[in-house]
């Protein structure tokens, strides 16, 4: 049945229908409602949890470690500096092999204070270990974070649900909710055989030395590249049964002979899907990346075949070096022969508007030639603030 729903409380009832023994709240802008919503759902008594409220976003990543360690499937979300400040642990669960779920409503990282979206938070924690999963609107937020945690299970690998701040968590969406039943038929009961047991001790993550440090990275980076099949089967099957796929690792549209291409990630996806339908701009490409961990090179490589150009459109910025996304990119194109030559832009950082215009305007980046640029500076500012 579809229904009118914030994107917040639309999360918050899908991971409900998860059924987690445990959740670990800590408030932050724009991720608060996400957690208010699972409590109110607890308070109604509509969800059996234990819903843990905890002094800081390190806590909540603590706890969630904790309850999955013990056998509970467990799940947390946040934020910009909340992110920043649960890294340590988050690789700490990720080494663990721990299959946590944690939902991040992207923001921008001070300072200065910006509250709203970009995607300067799962940047810096790129390295984490964690799948990272984008999505484009909030119905591909609410099945993709039921699917996070078939895929995490699967793998025994946590999972980041990345959906924009503001953008999409404050948004009223029609949306499909799942019936329980359906969820639990796709997603069985949590069953983990390292789960920590008084009767059979054993530690984990404990120290590792030189003589085998180099085996555990080689492990973690095996473990992260060959999820990429779980992503496309678990997307495939949940399509099955409901008829609507999340994008798998990525996905093309526009014509198949286009020779321009813009690949980006997150909301700006649904702004230039709608722009291809209404401005009549030149015949492109729309290369929607859902899958920024693990990079799908072979994927971006076939998605990219045929192109002369391709633009990529970043979030977040690396300063001193430019694009995050679009350096990964070239590496991802580097060996490929006739490899689109790709241009780099930044826009809609720190929540600036992306109208539908920035399409045609992505379209003619490459006849404007140069490197890394943020597309959307307005200069007469800088001389402002200078």
């Not at 509970?72 to 946040?78: G, I, L």
């Not at 060959?226 to 049964?241: G, H, Y």
């Amino acid at each position: 049945m579809l229904e009118a729903l914030e994107g917040s409380q639309a999360i918050a009832r899908a991971i409900a229908l998860c059924r987690p023994g445990v959740v670990a709240a800590y408030p932050i802008t724009p991720q608060t409602h996400i957690v208010e919503n699972i409590s109110k759902l607890v308070a109604d008594g509509k969800l059996r949890t234990e819903l843990v409220s905890v002094e800081s976003e390190f806590s909540a990543a603590s706890v969630v470690l904790g309850a999955s360690a013990a056998g509970s499937r467990s799940y947390t979300a946040s934020s910009s500096q909340g992110i920043l400040l649960m890294t340590e642990v988050l690789f700490n669960i990720s080494g663990m092999r721990l299959p946590v779920v944690l939902t991040c409503a992207n923001r921008a990282i001070g300072a200065p204070i910006n509250i709203w979206n970009d995607h300067s938070d799962s940047m810096a924690v790129r390295d984490c270990g964690w799948i990272q999963l984008h999505c484009a609107d909030n119905q591909e937020a609410v099945d993709t974070s039921i699917q996070a945690f078939r895929i995490a299970e699967a793998t025994e690998l946590p999972v980041m649900v990345c959906m924009d701040g503001f953008v999409l968590t404050h948004t009223l969406e029609t949306l499909e909710i799942p019936a329980q039943d359906l969820v639990d038929r796709y997603l069985p009961p949590f069953a983990f055989d390292r789960m920590l047991d008084p009767h059979n001790p054993l530690s984990l993550g404990t120290l590792v030395g030189p003589e085998y440090f180099s085996e555990t990275r080689h492990l973690a980076h095996q473990a992260l590249s060959n999820a990429a099949s779980t992503i496309v089967d678990a997307d495939r099957e949940w399509q099955s049964l409901t008829g609507r796929s999340a994008g798998g690792l990525l996905t093309v549209e526009g014509p198949a002979d286009a020779r321009i291409g813009v690949l980006a990630m997150g909301s700006v996806v649904s702004t230039f899907r709608e722009a291809m339908d209404c401005l009549g701009a030149a015949p492109a490409k729309l290369i929607a990346l859902r899958s920024f961990r693990p990079l799908p090179e072979d994927a971006i490589r076939a998605a990219c075949a045929g192109l002369d150009h391709l633009v990529v459109v970043d979030r977040a910025l690396s300063p001193g070096f430019g694009g995050i996304v679009g350096g990964e990119i070239k590496a991802a194109l580097s060996g490929m022969n006739d490899a689109p030559q790709v241009h780099n832009v930044a826009i809609g950082l720190g929540g600036r508007d992306v109208p539908m215009e920035m399409w045609p305007r992505l379209l003619d980046v490459p006849q404007q030639g140069g490197g890394f640029r943020i597309l959307d500076l307005e200069p007469a500012k800088l001389g402002e603030m200078s």
